[in-house]
């Protein structure tokens, strides 16, 4: 191992072979990451696997944690593994150790238990609240995903050390990879997509409505969801079971698909649709539209940003989704080009290796202007 290297530590205890928004983004930073200047060092729970994420340079190694206990993890063994490996950068993600010993860079993906709180349970509103405060307070660089969380951040918290906004992006290398086929036991028919994780805010509910109205004909078309479950019962669980047999056969939900299967889903999709009710980004909009594949998405906090680029794709209320779904499935050639020119603009403006070189300076600039 070259001495002549920026010694960075990554917690990455969500790289465990979930699907979601954080693991997408610490993944794909730092495998664009250039490799002679940086040492990355990765904290891992028990059996997570790197290659899953093509996190497998040299300059890439994984330290399996010790433990499962957060408050172990985070008050002695990450500040021990930090001196152990001359770390002079740490990345975290939305929670921080007690103890700092380097400099600290902290991703807050969003603040959605400060501002949503009627969609989170209390002791979650609480314990987030501190975290996020403490690391945004204590951080030498908060980094966010959106200026719309940007913005919430300085709202909640005041002035804040250094916040800089590095965006999610697109994989570009994955896109129009050969297609797997569907998973198997899937989808026969033409299908209707959703990917997100399972909480109420969320609103996946909102696409059994549609089914249950019509406006979604299940002889006509499947309706796949992709997202991992949470802890929380949600409105769309209590709701599958009463609907007709012949509309839950049409329906089929996947908790973990690999990325290579993901992408293929987006592809091979009629439309994707993304209903939440509050996001700190909205990653799975943008890689629809990568993909080729038209998402209708809420109009809604971070996604505003979409808007802009994709203004026929955004609905402001379920009405308007109705209407604009039925006026797809009706004539899908009306959207063709307004499809084409959202695909462009996104790919040109999300970029993760743009991303990755934004990271890259500002781990320079905490390691003393370091430029190797």
Same mark, same amino acid.
């Given at each position: 191992?070259?001495?002549?290297?920026?010694?960075?530590?990554?917690?990455?205890?969500?790289?465990?072979?979930?699907?979601?928004?954080?693991?997408?983004?610490?993944?794909?930073?730092?495998?664009?990451?250039?490799?002679?200047?940086?040492?990355?060092?990765?904290?891992?729970?028990?059996?997570?696997?790197?290659?899953?994420?093509?996190?497998?340079?040299?300059?890439?190694?994984?330290?399996?944690?010790?433990?499962?206990?957060?408050?172990?993890?985070?008050?002695?063994?990450?500040?021990?593994?930090?001196?152990?490996?001359?770390?002079?950068?740490?990345?975290?993600?939305?929670?921080?150790?007690?103890?700092?010993?380097?400099?600290?860079?902290?991703?807050?993906?969003?603040?959605?238990?400060?501002?949503?709180?009627?969609?989170?349970?209390?002791?979650?509103?609480?314990?987030?609240?501190?975290?996020?405060?403490?690391?945004?307070?204590?951080?030498?660089?908060?980094?966010?995903?959106?200026?719309?969380?940007?913005? =919430?951040?300085?709202? *909640?918290?005041?002035?804040?050390?250094? @916040? !800089?906004? #590095?965006?999610? +992006? %697109?994989?570009?290398?994955?896109?129009?990879?050969?297609?797997?086929?569907?998973?198997?036991?899937?989808?026969?028919?033409?299908?209707?997509?959703?990917?997100? =994780?399972?909480?109420? *805010?969320?609103?996946?509910?909102?696409? @059994? !409505?549609? #089914?249950?109205? +019509? %406006?979604?004909?299940?002889?006509?078309?499947?309706?796949?969801?992709?997202?991992?479950?949470?802890?929380?019962?949600?409105?769309?669980?209590?709701?599958?079971?009463?609907?007709?047999? *012949?509309?839950?056969?049409?329906?089929?939900?996947?908790?973990?698909?690999?990325?290579?299967?993901?992408?293929?889903?987006?592809?091979?999709?009629?439309?994707?649709?993304?209903?939440?009710?509050?996001?700190?980004?909205?990653?799975?909009?943008?890689?629809?539209?990568?993909?080729?594949?038209?998402?209708?998405?809420?109009?809604?906090?971070?996604?505003?940003?979409?808007?802009?680029?994709?203004?026929?794709?955004?609905?402001?209320?379920?009405?308007?989704?109705?209407?604009?779904?039925?006026?797809?499935?009706?004539?899908?050639?009306?959207?063709?080009?307004?499809?084409?020119?959202?695909?462009?603009?996104?790919?040109?403006?999300?970029?993760?290796?743009?991303?990755?070189?934004?990271?890259?300076?500002?781990?320079?600039?905490?390691?003393?202007?370091?430029?190797?």
């Amino acid at each position: 191992m070259s001495d002549n290297t920026v010694h960075i530590f990554v917690e990455g205890h969500a790289l465990d072979g979930s699907s979601q928004g954080v693991t997408t983004y610490i993944a794909n930073l730092y495998k664009n990451f250039e490799a002679r200047q940086f040492n990355i060092f990765v904290g891992l729970e028990p059996g997570s696997d790197l290659s899953e994420y093509e996190l497998n340079g040299d300059n890439i190694h994984p330290i399996y944690y010790s433990t499962q206990n957060k408050f172990w993890r985070y008050t002695y063994e990450i500040p021990l593994l930090i001196k152990r490996h001359s770390i002079s950068v740490a990345h975290f993600q939305y929670i921080t150790p007690l103890w700092k010993n380097c400099s600290w860079i902290t991703t807050i993906h969003d603040i959605l238990p400060l501002d949503f709180r009627n969609q989170f349970p209390l002791s979650f509103q609480v314990t987030r609240t501190f975290f996020y405060w403490v690391a945004a307070k204590r951080s030498d660089i908060c980094l966010t995903v959106s200026n719309y969380t940007a913005e =919430r951040i300085r709202a *909640r918290f005041g002035a804040v050390k250094h @916040l !800089e906004i #590095i965006e999610n +992006g %697109i994989d570009q290398n994955a896109l129009g990879s050969d297609r797997l086929g569907r998973l198997s036991g899937g989808s026969k028919k033409p299908y209707i997509l959703c990917v997100s =994780r399972f909480e109420n *805010r969320k609103r996946q509910h909102l696409l @059994l !409505e549609l #089914i249950a109205q +019509g %406006i979604i004909d299940t002889s006509k078309f499947d309706m796949i969801f992709v997202g991992a479950a949470t802890h929380e019962r949600t409105e769309f669980d209590t709701r599958l079971p009463a609907m007709p047999s *012949r509309d839950r056969k049409a329906i089929f939900r996947f908790e973990h698909v690999s990325t290579a299967e993901l992408t293929s889903l987006y592809e091979d999709a009629v439309l994707t649709i993304y209903p939440s009710l509050a996001e700190g980004f909205g990653l799975p909009v943008i890689e629809s539209f990568a993909n080729g594949t038209p998402c209708f998405f809420a109009n809604n906090t971070a996604m505003t940003d979409f808007r802009d680029i994709a203004p026929e794709f955004a609905f402001d209320n379920p009405d308007d989704l109705n209407r604009k779904i039925e006026q797809f499935l009706r004539e899908p050639k009306y959207f063709s080009r307004s499809l084409e020119n959202a695909k462009q603009k996104l790919l040109e403006r999300y970029d993760w290796s743009r991303s990755a070189v934004r990271l890259q300076k500002l781990i320079f600039e905490l390691d003393g202007g370091l430029n190797k």
